[in-house]
């Protein structure tokens, strides 16, 4: 049985007062939501194999069709997890403005997105507004007070225990279900795959809001404030808020919003284990866009962990799997399929690190100028056409 999430206390002398984060309302209308399945992940250490069994099917079915999955139960509280929102909102309240130029990011030239994002665009020098802001911790963060913005010091244990218990415990786990998927022994994808150096390994932690959008953020982005993509990493940790934002592209070619899930975790599949399960599991295209009418006014507070793989890895299908040696690789994916492309050629694929880095140089918001995005349409629905190191990706808008 995995040990609960056991933070530091929020009282410890030297800690100010933090406002309690208040959870806006969820809206009222009437939304077409992508039905989500949801994992208990305390499941996993039941006893009784067929509970296990059970769980394994249902998370085969969830990444084969959505990509996406409700993770409950996995040892954090509501009260914890609602300590974490008012730790971020505080940062959005309190970050100086020193602090924001000292550790302002530079995604153009490190590949990284660490550092603080300020509401003007993806890049170092200021762009169009686009009412977005977070601050991004990597391991170097995690490393050096200095590059850690100052208000947040006094909570600073308590960060590095939630990151510490999210990649150590609930992707530990998490990767344990998956490697039953594929058949394999359970902890070949935490031992193989995952980056496990510090607190987020060569993943990063981020706090953002998303402020409500203005009349010319919205004209200009035409109501989308995330472009349609799928994450690289190896999962993605999303915590449910309610403000409805999040959509995910189906295979009807539909985007559907997902629903609020208090207390759970937005659990997707990046496209590391795409490529090491042969495409039988999912990176599905998602993105960000303004919400509801009834939410239109509302902040969005938004605390997420990207998990990564080893960075100089160049991800191969695992052949060993017996999923993979009984049904084969599927070549109905994205980036599985146009990096098989590249191995038949005789070429190279990118390592981990490659792929991640230069899609994050050329990170842009909808607002900004693209100069490497092709715009095609297909069965009527916009897409976007980039090419990077040789692999063709297409991605709905």
Same mark, same amino acid.
């Given at each position: ?26 809206? =009222? ?130 960060? *590095? ?10 992707? !530990? !786990? ?5 490697? =039953? ?40 982005? =035409? ?17 449910? *808020? ?39 599991? !999912? ?41 993979? =040696? ?72």
């Amino acid at each position: 049985m995995a040990a609960l999430f056991n933070p530091p206390a929020a009282d410890l002398p030297g800690k100010p007062f933090v406002e309690q984060w208040i959870p806006p309302s969820t809206t =009222k209308l009437d939304i077409d939501w992508a039905q989500l399945r949801t994992i208990e992940l305390s499941l996993l250490d039941s006893p009784d194999p067929k509970v296990v069994q059970n769980l394994v099917d249902t998370c085969r079915a969830a990444i084969r069709d959505d990509g996406f999955i409700f993770l409950t139960d996995y040892g954090v509280s509501y009260d914890q997890l609602h300590r974490q929102f008012s730790i971020a909102q505080y940062l959005h309240r309190n970050m100086s403005e020193e602090d924001k130029e000292r550790l302002h990011w530079n995604p153009d030239e490190s590949g990284t997105f660490a550092g603080w994002k300020p509401r003007f665009g993806w890049r170092r020098d200021k762009g169009a507004p686009d009412g977005i802001e977070h601050y991004n911790y990597y391991q170097p963060q995690f490393e050096s007070m200095d590059q850690v913005p100052t208000c947040m010091h006094p909570f600073w244990d308590e960060i *590095v225990a939630f990151c510490n218990y999210l990649t150590y415990s609930v992707n !530990r !786990r998490l990767l344990k279900l998956l490697s =039953k998927v594929l058949e394999l022994p359970d902890d070949w994808l935490w031992d193989r795959v995952q980056s496990k150096n510090g607190p987020v390994g060569q993943g990063y932690f981020r706090q953002a809001i998303y402020y409500p959008a203005d009349a010319d953020v919205t004209a200009r982005g =035409k109501g989308t404030r995330m472009n349609g993509h799928c994450d690289y990493g190896t999962t993605t940790m999303l915590f449910s *808020v309610p403000i409805s934002s999040l959509q995910i592209w189906g295979r009807d070619e539909k985007w559907r919003y997902v629903k609020y899930n208090p207390g759970a975790l937005v659990i997707n599949i990046g496209e590391t284990l795409e490529l090491v399960s042969g495409g039988h599991f !999912r990176a599905t295209r998602h993105r960000v866009v303004d919400p509801p009418e009834d939410q239109l006014k509302e902040e969005r507070l938004s605390i997420v962990l990207f998990q990564a793989s080893e960075g100089d890895l160049r991800m191969e299908p695992a052949y060993e799997s017996p999923l993979l =040696k009984r049904e084969g690789c599927i070549d109905s994916q994205g980036a599985y399929r146009e990096f098989k492309k590249l191995r038949e050629k005789g070429m190279a694929i990118p390592t981990n690190r490659q792929w991640r880095e230069v899609q994050i140089a050329d990170s842009h918001h909808p607002t900004d100028a693209a100069p490497n995005d092709t715009i095609v349409y297909i069965n009527g629905a916009k897409h976007l056409k980039r090419e990077y190191l040789g692999v063709n990706i297409l991605l709905p808008a």
